[in-house]
């Protein structure tokens, strides 16, 4: 996956809206106004229209550019160019769309909407269209809805681990239109046939199915009402749901049960009020004689809402339907909790798939295959549900393709697409990119070098030539893609390294390359090391031939570049180099590099002094790095303390022992390798055991010195 748009809607003073945009791999974030393009009735008609599948070709590719052009252009019907701000939301989402349909990347939407934006939220995003194609239709492009209730906190459900059960349920009651729930069960044995074969996926199936039967099963497999989580051995992580589906009101006659349209007053059967009766969305499950019975949200949502499942995906018409009250004055508020899959979704449900309109019966098969296969070789729910729509596109003439849509529940910074099933090699959110070359997990201050280095990189990538602000770093001239870091042993540029890679890996969709020349390592095994990060097969690498090994690199690196796929180089200790002929090679291979791919350097020196005497000059960028300050100092000799347990033992937060620190981060000058020495080996640490016990002090060896 490549970039990630997260567009929020927000509502200011006077009925006046703003859409901000934050672009993941720069970190930019620009602000303007949005000026709705609909009103409320017009977006009624609108979907009553969509939901009978009345609308032509033509007709969505005018709803798709009249959405476009308020997100993207001041040619919105009704509105005039605007300041600045609003031509850089604009120009963003410009560019990245223009870049994103040059290359065979992809872009992320994630729509969120702010408090009084929830009108927003029914709008048919997924028909966007830039004047030449439907960009969900195109395959670059993918979106999500994220909803989130503000000051709430969510873990990361997503991805899960196999082996897991799967619920497939079909309902088609005999007094409701039938349903050919056989073929899609059939495409999703199929698609999942594989995990099946290899043991990480059980499923179930319930045909016909009633809502005990629902709730029975939950019970047992899926973690509701389950209050020991071990006791789930097999946990049910996917319910499918296959059948009818409506929003509307259901008549509260007992002896009449009809479900009126969300817009009637009284029931059309028996002309009972339903003035207080809510419009919501309702499943057609069966009862014990085969016939319909309706269940509504709020039941669907008390069932889900304690089980263990994380996607539920509602083959069923009407199940994203957002509705909602309309005031005296004509303002609309809408109700998520009377939408199953927003309902289902603010009931922390990490994901939910479902229909805000009608579907035709036999395009489900289709979009069930297509889906289920991509989720089951790793890809993300948006990927997925994109290659989904590409099946769906010959079908009834395009009619129904940009129908199922995704919900996801997300906290702040996890906007970005995620998969169903994690890949055996999948590195988690925690994980570091670098750990195979001894990488921490966490890294202690450096605020201003880390802020620093993640704008020289943002720019670096952009080609872009700017300086940093700070008066001890020169300014970065354009096209240059070359970066050392620079500081003398032990002052910490390989850990500040790690912690600058990992906060920007997202930058490089490419990949990160990170190799240890420690020792010396000759370039024809750091060549070796490169190639194996490519995926190179190693039938092709020609171990005595350097030169094919060294074009073989080149011309995958050159292939990621040709489609803007932008990757990071990593040399951890080049000072370690020191024979002519490798640094020769070293630096003929570092020229030839394209400029997408940027290269870091750890080293003692600047690599350029000794570029230009190999004869291969090219531009360099240096930044120097500094003395840790002694309240970094001390912070990270409390975090390797309590890792080793040393905190317990000492008394690490006694004052006397607070001043002894203080008299070694001192002594320690600023550098961090002191630190990481003495306090992350701990075995090998002496106390100084006195009568009082919070008199004992840590023995510290430092060149001759105790203390």
Known sequence: MGETLHLLFRSRE??????????????????????????????????????????????????????????????????????????????????????????????????????????????????????????????????????????????????????????????????????????????????????????????DRIEQVTFDDLVGYLSIRGGATTFNDNETTLPCYVVHFDGHGAFGRLCPDDDCQTLNDAEERTCVDCHTSLSRVRAQTYLCFCDEVGCNRYIDTQSLRELFISSDVRLVVLSACETATVGGETSRRQHRTISFDTTLATSLVMAQVPAVIAMPFSLQDDISPTFMFHFYEAVAQGRTLEEALSRARHAMLPKHHHQGWFIPVLYRHVSEGQEGPVALIA??????????????????????????????????????????????????????????????????????????????????????????????????????EALMDIAHQLHVSTKTLHPDDRRYRQELVLSVLRSFATRDLLCLLFLDSFEDVKEHSELELWHRFLSSLPQEVVVLVSSRSNPAAIAVVEGASYRWYEYGVGKMSDADLLQLIAERAAESGLDQRIHIDDPKQQQVLREICTLLDGYPLGAELIFGAARSICLLYTSDAADDLLCVDLGGRRI
């Open 14 to 203: 006077n009925g006046v809206f703003e859409l901000q945009v934050k672009e993941n791999w720069s970190g930019r974030t620009v602000t303007g106004s949005f000026v709705p393009p609909y009103t409320t009735r017009q977006l009624n008609a609108q979907q009553k229209k969509l939901n009978a599948l009345n609308s032509s070709d033509h007709d969505l590719r005018e709803i798709g550019y009249r959405l476009f052009l308020a997100l993207c252009g001041s040619e919105t019907p009704g509105t005039s160019r605007r300041e600045l701000s609003e031509q850089s939301v604009q120009a963003m989402l410009r560019a990245v769309i223009q870049r994103t349909l040059q290359r065979r990347g992809t872009v992320a939407l994630t729509f969120s909407f702010g408090p009084g934006c929830d009108e927003f939220v029914r709008y048919p995003w997924e028909l966007l269209h830039n004047g030449e194609h439907f960009l969900l239709a195109s395959g670059v492009f993918t979106l999500t809805r994220a909803l989130l209730r503000p000051g709430e906190i969510v873990g990361s459900d997503l991805p899960v681990y196999p082996p897991m059960r799967m619920l497939y349920i079909s309902a088609s009651p005999k007094n409701c239109i039938p349903l050919e729930t056989e073929r899609s069960y059939e495409a999703l044995q199929r698609a999942v046939a594989g995990l099946i074969e290899d043991g990480q996926l059980l499923l």
């Open 423 to 524: 890949g055996r090699d999948a590195l988690e959110e925690h994980d570091h990119p670098l750990a195979y070359l001894g990488a921490s997990a966490t890294f202690i201050g450096r605020e201003k070098e880390l802020s620093d280095l993640s704008a020289l990189l943002t720019e670096v990538a952009r080609g872009e030539g700017h300086g940093l602000g700070a008066q001890e770093h020169g300014k970065l001239r354009p096209g240059t893609h070359h970066i050392a870091l620079t500081g003398p042993a032990g002052i910490g540029k390989s850990a500040l390294a790690y912690e600058v890679i990992r906060r920007n890996r997202a930058k490089f969709s490419g990949g990160t390359i990170g190799i240890s020349l420690q020792g010396g390592k000759l370039f024809n």
